[in-house]
């Protein structure tokens, strides 16, 4: 039998003796074909693997007869009686029929899939240098890549089945790929497991916290909780826990948008992405050392994100691990496309990194999401993108996932750079345009005017956006279709001067008519719509923009829904095509006065206040009153909550457009209401964990801040401060509280003094100081005594109860816990009461007195509960099962801690891990219990 080798230089071995496999570039070929042994392999895609996408004129009769002499060989090397291996060609694809088990590199796949320790030392013993150690050119340096990060993979396995074994085998044979991969968590997790086991627990130790300090630096986070897991077990002297069994994938994201009923045509585009697809295929052998990119490019309304979003719900299934899908908004009217900052983020929130383990930084997030996408088989399409600028930060750094990029621009930096597949974007052709309007008019009424609809698809130059809105009009009557082709040829002066033969801007004839076609009324509102900041704009806020009442809004909105000039894509939410925007907005500056346009915008900008007001008020009543008050609602159509739930919901869903209007407020000089915002939106910025977009409201806030000057400068570096401090920017945090305190000194502000010494004990017990966290919140008590300010008082003695039990004087902690309790009682703070009974529980325990401590907690239970804050409600659940475990209750204690976990596992919060750590401490069965995704 012959064997094949590719995991070192390309050899064939034919009964034990070595077989000339031929000169270099036959061996190209082979290795070519061997890597997809017993499939077929088109022709194009084997030129590209061995010659490269520049091959020469005469390059099919070279490979021709190189293809002849492998046959050659392969007849010779055959044994006497031995069935020869056949390399046929068949429908422009050459196949070699050989047993995949036969060549080293499927064989290594299929052992190492087997699991289990001797399949995997075999797989292991294999690889006898570099891959392709005799091949050149960019398919062979691709695959080599790939087959490294395979090879990386079942060494881990490897080592993780030999620790039972022979753990003193692991770290030398290990020791190659780990300087190699630093960052590789599961392979530094069997090194160090490897060192303690093998007796050398400081060793073991020391290359825990170089590993620590290289995630740190590189990517800004902390080690997984396996290892950290497997630190503690080391620092007390037991051996390392077993490797937990892998936790279920998370769950895949899915966030493409609708495919578009009615597609029609761009099937030479559909083929030749499919094409793309099928000789480029992420994580297989010709993806380069990046994911994989295709770049549409083509002008505004041709139809790319139609067609890129089609093809993507196409191909779906070749993606098992998701599909992620940014607006990076490159052509926005506000001429602000999204920070690449942003985009990383939401696609983190996507694959279900909870929002305290996103660090800080552009850098250090795109490490992780880089880190995150490795091996992952995803499809990231990124829409409208200005510039390759935007686009480097999202693209991966190793194959397994495939981008799409849409942009009006060609985006040459990518090809030149990540060797991106350029796909230029024309206008439909007549046949395809034809298509559209019957699948969109009916084939019977199309058929019954062909002029008419020849007509029509002139005067939407092909454009696919136009077509679709004159379809839209088209629906909406039943006059003849000639009648309504003769209005669409007839554009007025001013769009004559426009066109510049340009389809994009042709295609203003087609807004033109649909626009005449609106109500005076609806014609208003589409105008000022365009002043919107957001994504998107939902009815209320459409309403205040027009001046209008809600109900009135809904129905314009409806008539400029039915014309296809805005999409309803969820319920009371509205978005449009950004050439559609474009237009209105050149309509808006040319029909409304500025004095117009600029009152449109200030209700819209109170609109938002005074929402986002009432919305925080219902959040967290308690809360002290703003410092910049708000003018009386006159009229801006504030929407009213009964509830928090419902408070949470708008916020969560004008999250975008809040921050928005926060940054047109400021940036258009409306100080106090950027502040305003800024403070409105910071309870449910603090809450949800959205830390990076509190800080931005609040630096928006303080350009306004400094030109109002007093209080609101201070409140501005306070909020600031809090801000910073969420992130780790413990120096910066103290930059603006020394800002702060000098303000509120020489304004004589003692409730701001107060709070800056509040916030500095925050900082001191965060590193630990709790002396000096102890002195800072005494005289935070001090001043928010003198200044009469309850709930400020209650929130001092709080903090100093807090430092106390931490600093060891529980009795202490109780005394002052007590006092916060009656002062938060009187000015009815309920986060603030559950805060102080966790506290008293906490010193309740440290002396002792389980049922005390068990009484507090579950009164701090109760009352999280009641106000719907669940993060607060699991941390606590977590105290009261470690105080039922100190009392010899581990029965109780699993019932808590695993209320806890669901809550922590629907949260997607970190703190999941160490309860599971609790529950697996138990004796008895196991809580069962593991990420939802």
């Given at each position: 039998?012959?064997e094949f080798?590719?995991?070192?230089p390309?050899e064939m071995?034919?009964?034990?003796?070595?077989?000339d496999?031929g000169q270099?570039?036959q061996?190209?070929?082979?290795a070519?074909l061997l890597?997809?042994?017993g499939?077929?392999?088109p022709?194009?895609?084997?030129?590209?693997?061995?010659?490269g996408?520049?091959?020469?004129?005469?390059?099919?009769?070279?490979?021709q007869?190189h293809?002849?002499?492998i046959?050659q060989?392969?007849?010779?090397a055959?044994?006497?009686?031995?069935k020869?291996?056949?390399?046929g060609n068949?429908?422009?694809?050459?196949l070699l029929d050989v047993d995949?088990?036969?060549?080293?590199?499927?064989?290594?796949?299929?052992?190492?899939?087997?699991?289990?320790?001797?399949?995997?030392?075999?797989a292991?013993g294999?690889w006898h240098?570099?891959?392709?150690?005799d091949v050149s050119?960019a398919?062979?340096?691709?695959?080599?890549q790939?087959?490294?990060?395979?090879h990386?993979?079942?060494?881990?396995?490897?080592?993780?089945a030999e620790?039972?074994?022979?753990p003193?085998?692991v770290v030398p044979?290990?020791?190659?790929?780990?300087?190699?991969h630093?960052?590789?968590e599961a392979?530094?997790?069997?090194?160090?497991?490897?060192?303690?086991?093998?007796?050398?627990?400081?060793?073991?130790?020391s290359?825990?916290?170089?590993v620590r300090?290289?995630?740190?630096?590189?990517?800004g986070?902390?080690?997984s909780?396996e290892?950290?897991k497997?630190?503690?077990?080391?620092?007390?002297?037991v051996?390392p826990?077993?490797?937990?069994?892998a936790?279920?994938?998370p769950?895949a994201?899915?966030q493409?948008p609708?495919?578009?009923?009615g597609?029609?045509?761009?099937?030479?585009?559909l083929?030749?992405?499919?094409?793309?697809?099928?000789?480029?295929?992420p994580?297989?052998?010709?993806?380069?050392?990046g994911?994989?990119?295709?770049?549409?490019?083509?002008?505004?309304g041709?139809?790319?994100?139609?067609?890129?979003?089609h093809?993507?719900?196409?191909?779906?299934n070749?993606?098992?691990?998701?599909?992620?899908?940014?607006?990076l908004?490159?052509?926005?009217?506000?001429g602000?496309?999204?920070?690449?900052a942003?985009?990383v983020?939401?696609?983190?929130?996507?694959?279900g990194?909870?929002?305290?383990r996103?660090p800080?930084g552009?850098?250090?997030?795109?490490?992780l999401y880089?880190?995150?996408?490795s091996g992952r088989?995803?499809?990231?399409?990124l829409?409208n993108?200005?510039?390759?600028?935007?686009v480097?930060?999202?693209?991966p750094?190793?194959p397994g996932?495939?981008?799409?990029v849409?942009?009006?621009?060609?985006l040459t930096?990518?090809?030149?750079?990540v060797?991106?597949h350029?796909v230029?974007?024309?206008?439909l052709?007549?046949?395809e345009?034809?298509d559209l309007?019957?699948?969109?008019?009916?084939?019977?009424?199309?058929?019954?005017?062909?002029?008419?609809?020849?007509?029509?698809?002139?005067?939407?130059a092909?454009l696919?956006?136009?077509?679709?809105?004159t379809?839209?009009?088209?629906?909406?009557?039943?006059f003849p279709?000639?009648a309504?082709?003769?209005?669409?040829?007839?554009p007025?002066?001013?769009?004559?001067?426009?066109?510049?033969?340009?389809p994009?801007?042709q295609v203003?004839?087609?807004f033109?008519?649909?626009?005449?076609?609106?109500s005076?009324?609806?014609q208003?509102?589409f105008?000022l719509?365009?002043l919107?900041?957001g994504?998107?704009?939902?009815?209320s806020?459409?309403?205040?923009?027009?001046g209008?009442?809600?109900?009135?809004?809904?129905r314009?909105?409806?008539e400029?829904t039915?014309?296809s000039?805005l999409?309803?894509h969820?319920?009371?939410?509205?978005?449009?095509?950004?050439?559609v925007r474009?237009?209105a907005g050149d309509?808006?500056?040319?029909h409304?006065?500025?004095?117009?346009?600029d009152?449109?915008?200030?209700?819209?900008?109170?609109?938002?206040a005074h929402t986002?007001?009432a919305?925080?008020?219902?959040l967290y009543?308690?809360r002290?009153?703003i410092?910049?008050?708000?003018?009386p609602d006159?009229g801006?159509g504030?929407?009213?909550?009964t509830?928090?739930?419902q408070?949470?919901?708008?916020f969560?869903?004008?999250?975008?457009a809040l921050?928005?209007?926060?940054?047109?407020?400021?940036?258009?000089?409306?100080d106090?209401?950027?502040w305003?915002?800024?403070?409105a939106?910071?309870?449910?910025?603090?809450r949800?964990?959205?830390r990076?977009?509190r800080?931005?409201?609040?630096?928006?806030?303080?350009?306004?801040?400094?030109r109002?000057g007093g209080?609101p400068?201070?409140?501005a570096?306070?909020?600031?401060?809090r801000a910073?401090?969420?992130l780790?920017?413990?120096?910066?945090a103290?930059?603006?509280?020394?800002?702060?305190?000098?303000?509120?000194?020489?304004?004589?502000n003692?409730?701001?003094?107060a709070?800056?010494?509040?916030?500095?004990?925050?900082?001191?017990?965060?590193?630990?100081?709790?002396?000096?966290a102890?002195?800072?919140?005494?005289?935070a008590?001090?001043?928010?005594?003198?200044?009469?300010?309850?709930?400020?008082?209650?929130?001092?003695?709080s903090?100093?109860a807090w430092?106390?039990?931490?600093?060891?004087?529980?009795?202490e902690a109780?005394?002052?816990?007590?006092?916060?309790?009656?002062?938060?009682?009187?000015?009815?703070?309920?986060?603030g009461?559950?805060?102080?009974?966790?506290?008293i529980?906490?010193?309740?325990?440290?002396?002792g007195?389980?049922d005390e401590?068990?009484e507090?907690y579950r009164?701090?239970?109760?009352?999280?509960r009641?106000?719907?804050?669940?993060l607060?409600?699991?941390?606590?659940?977590?105290?009261?099962?470690?105080?039922h475990?100190?009392a010899g209750?581990p029965?109780?204690?699993?019932g808590?801690?695993?209320?806890?976990l669901?809550?922590?596992?629907?949260?997607?919060?970190?703190d999941?891990?160490g309860?599971?750590?609790r529950?697996?401490?138990l004796?008895?069965v196991?809580?069962?219990?593991r990420p939802?995704?």
């Amino acid at each position: 039998m012959i064997e094949f080798q590719l995991l070192g230089p390309v050899e064939m071995v034919a009964g034990g003796r070595r077989v000339d496999a031929g000169q270099p570039r036959q061996r190209a070929i082979l290795a070519a074909l061997l890597a997809d042994a017993g499939r077929p392999v088109p022709v194009g895609t084997l030129i590209e693997r061995v010659w490269g996408p520049e091959p020469p004129r005469t390059v099919r009769a070279s490979l021709q007869a190189h293809i002849t002499r492998i046959r050659q060989t392969l007849e010779q090397a055959a044994a006497p009686g031995e069935k020869v291996i056949t390399l046929g060609n068949k429908a422009g694809s050459y196949l070699l029929d050989v047993d995949p088990l036969q060549v080293d590199l499927h064989r290594f796949r299929h052992l190492a899939a087997s699991g289990g320790l001797e399949p995997l030392r075999q797989a292991i013993g294999l690889w006898h240098g570099e891959p392709l150690a005799d091949v050149s050119g960019a398919w062979a340096e691709r695959a080599r890549q790939a087959w490294r990060r395979e090879h990386l993979a079942a060494s881990v396995a490897w080592g993780r089945a030999e620790l039972t074994a022979n753990p003193a085998a692991v770290v030398p044979a290990l020791g190659d790929l780990a300087r190699e991969h630093p960052l590789n968590e599961a392979l530094a997790a069997v090194v160090i497991e490897a060192l303690a086991a093998a007796g050398q627990p400081a060793e073991a130790l020391s290359y825990y916290e170089d590993v620590r300090r290289k995630l740190l630096e590189e990517l800004g986070a902390d080690p997984s909780a396996e290892l950290q897991k497997i630190h503690r077990s080391i620092l007390r002297g037991v051996a390392p826990p077993a490797p937990a069994p892998a936790a279920p994938a998370p769950a895949a994201p899915a966030q493409l948008p609708a495919d578009v009923s009615g597609f029609a045509g761009r099937d030479d585009q559909l083929a030749l992405l499919d094409d793309l697809l099928r000789t480029t295929p992420p994580g297989s052998l010709q993806a380069g050392p990046g994911a994989p990119v295709i770049a549409v490019s083509g002008v505004a309304g041709v139809g790319k994100t139609t067609l890129v979003v089609h093809w993507a719900h196409r191909v779906a299934n070749d993606f098992p691990d998701g599909q992620l899908y940014v607006n990076l908004r490159g052509f926005d009217l506000s001429g602000r496309p999204m920070d690449p900052a942003d985009a990383v983020r939401g696609f983190l929130d996507a694959l279900g990194v909870p929002t305290g383990r996103i660090p800080a930084g552009l850098d250090a997030q795109a490490g992780l999401y880089r880190s995150l996408l490795s091996g992952r088989r995803i499809l990231i399409v990124l829409d409208n993108a200005r510039d390759a600028e935007q686009v480097r930060p999202l693209l991966p750094a190793t194959p397994g996932a495939l981008v799409v990029v849409t942009s009006r621009n060609r985006l040459t930096g990518l090809v030149a750079t990540v060797g991106a597949h350029p796909v230029t974007l024309g206008v439909l052709s007549l046949p395809e345009a034809r298509d559209l309007l019957s699948r969109r008019l009916g084939t019977a009424r199309t058929r019954r005017e062909p002029h008419a609809v020849n007509s029509i698809i002139a005067s939407c130059a092909r454009l696919p956006i136009a077509l679709a809105i004159t379809a839209a009009r088209a629906r909406q009557n039943d006059f003849p279709l000639a009648a309504l082709a003769g209005e669409l040829a007839g554009p007025d002066d001013r769009l004559d001067a426009l066109d510049t033969g340009d389809p994009a801007v042709q295609v203003r004839a087609v807004f033109s008519w649909s626009y005449a076609a609106l109500s005076d009324a609806a014609q208003r509102l589409f105008r000022l719509l365009s002043l919107h900041p957001g994504p998107d704009v939902a009815t209320s806020a459409a309403a205040a923009l027009g001046g209008q009442r809600p109900a009135q809004a809904r129905r314009l909105l409806g008539e400029l829904t039915q014309a296809s000039l805005l999409a309803e894509h969820s319920p009371g939410r509205y978005s449009w095509h950004d050439l559609v925007r474009v237009y209105a907005g050149d309509l808006t500056a040319v029909h409304d006065s500025d004095a117009d346009r600029d009152a449109a915008t200030v209700r819209l900008i109170d609109y938002y206040a005074h929402t986002a007001h009432a919305a925080d008020r219902m959040l967290y009543p308690a809360r002290d009153p703003i410092d910049v008050p708000l003018p009386p609602d006159t009229g801006s159509g504030a929407d009213a909550f009964t509830d928090h739930r419902q408070a949470l919901a708008w916020f969560a869903a004008e999250r975008p457009a809040l921050l928005a209007v926060a940054r047109t407020a400021a940036a258009s000089g409306r100080d106090a209401r950027a502040w305003q915002l800024a403070w409105a939106l910071d309870t449910y910025l603090f809450r949800g964990g959205h830390r990076h977009d509190r800080l931005e409201a609040w630096t928006n806030a303080l350009a306004g801040a400094e030109r109002l000057g007093g209080e609101p400068l201070a409140g501005a570096h306070r909020s600031l401060s809090r801000a910073n401090i969420i992130l780790g920017r413990l120096d910066v945090a103290r930059s603006h509280l020394g800002r702060a305190l000098e303000l509120s000194v020489r304004s004589g502000n003692r409730g701001g003094q107060a709070f800056v010494h509040n916030t500095l004990a925050v900082i001191n017990g965060i590193e630990h100081q709790h002396a000096q966290a102890l002195e800072h919140a005494r005289k935070a008590l001090a001043l928010y005594e003198e200044a009469g300010n309850l709930r400020g008082q209650a929130v001092a003695l709080s903090s100093m109860a807090w430092h106390s039990t931490l600093g060891g004087d529980h009795h202490e902690a109780i005394e002052y816990g007590q006092r916060s309790l009656a002062v938060n009682q009187r000015v009815g703070d309920k986060r603030g009461q559950a805060d102080v009974w966790d506290t008293i529980g906490h010193a309740h325990h440290h002396l002792g007195r389980y049922d005390e401590a068990r009484e507090c907690y579950r009164r701090s239970v109760d009352l999280t509960r009641d106000i719907g804050d669940r993060l607060a409600e699991a941390q606590i659940l977590v105290h009261l099962g470690d105080t039922h475990e100190a009392a010899g209750n581990p029965a109780a204690a699993r019932g808590e801690w695993t209320d806890a976990l669901r809550i922590f596992v629907d949260l997607d919060h970190t703190d999941a891990q160490g309860v599971r750590d609790r529950l697996e401490a138990l004796p008895g069965v196991g809580h069962g219990l593991r990420p939802a995704h």
